[in-house]
């Protein structure tokens, strides 16, 4: 997949504050990885649907870089002790998922007969996305303590926001998109063309302290498009109300966490 020149621009500038933000006031970092399953909430499938949730599933990969404002890696010691400094790290991320989509539900039971039916049988899709931003994570517990304690466990919930890149296909297995091979409600309201947009993002997760330097994680995460054009259909909302909210997805994420010295 070819990224667009503002998203690696974007990207350059973001780690390039990061490490200004670093030299200026003695912030440590982290790095690490994730990994884990996507469900894709689209207006492929009926709403509500177990099938459909559990069938539009794709797969997610990401890295992901932390401001840790409890430890200075210059002089190998702590801040000062305040309560955002112990209980808050900030989260950038560059981040992929890829779904295919179709149709599930009562409306493509093999009972039913008709063209309709089989139009949407035969719908195909999937949407790939890039997504960059920041979530700002907070941590109940002390993370100094969690730091300092091996085998020890760190719940936090975050909120942020991200840009996208997504790339949406459909098709269909009639034959090539068209009058013929649509349901009526589809034929003015699907593309295959890319664009971007803004999600806001909430996580709640776990980490484990693996070792000194480095952690386990496990992230689930709610990620909201302000676009109903992600997954490369929208239909008219006045006329088709069932088909109105914007796409969004979940992703259950395992990460790996090491701490830069």
């Known amino acids: ?31 690490g990885a994730i990994l884990g ?24 990969i990401g890295i ?25 790290k900030l989260r950038s991320e560059l981040s ?17 007969t008709g063209q309709i039916a089989d139009q949407l049988r035969a719908m195909r899709g999937s949407t790939a996305v890039t997504n960059i931003g920041m979530q700002l994570e907070f941590f109940p517990l002390s993370v100094r303590e969690f730091t300092a304690t091996l085998g020890s466990f760190a719940p936090f919930i975050s909120l942020g926001g991200q840009f996208s890149f997504y790339q949406p296909k459909a098709w269909s297995t009639l034959g090539p998109i068209g009058p013929f091979t649509l349901p009526v409600k589809y034929q003015d309201g699907y593309t295959n063309q890319g664009g971007t947009v803004w999600s806001i993002v909430s996580s709640v ?27 490369g259909l929208n239909p008219d909302p006045t006329r088709y109300p069932e088909n109105r909210a914007n796409d969004w997805n979940v992703w259950f994420n395992f990460g790996y966490i090491y701490y830069l010295q």
């Not at 070819?2 to 973001?14: A, D, E, G, R, Y």
């Open 37 to 60: 399953p996507v469900a894709f909430q689209s207006d492929y499938g009926e709403r509500h649907d177990f099938s459909t949730n559990a069938g539009n599933t794709g797969y997610a």
């Open 205 to 231: 997760g776990c980490r484990y302290k693996l070792t000194a330097l480095s952690d386990l994680m496990v992230d689930f995460r709610l990620q909201y498009y302000f676009s109903n054009w992600v997954d």
């Open 64 to 88: 992901i870089h932390y401001l840790n404002f409890s430890y200075r890696a210059e002089c190998n010691c702590y801040t000062p002790e305040t309560y955002f400094n112990d209980h808050f």
């Open 96 to 112: 992929y998922n890829k779904t295919e989509l179709q149709h599930f539900g009562k409306y493509v039971d093999p009972s039913r």
């Open 1 to 31: 997949m070819q990224m667009p020149k503002n998203f690696i621009i974007t990207l350059l500038l973001l780690f390039g504050l990061s490490n200004s933000v670093n030299a200026q006031f003695g912030f440590s970092h982290e790095i």
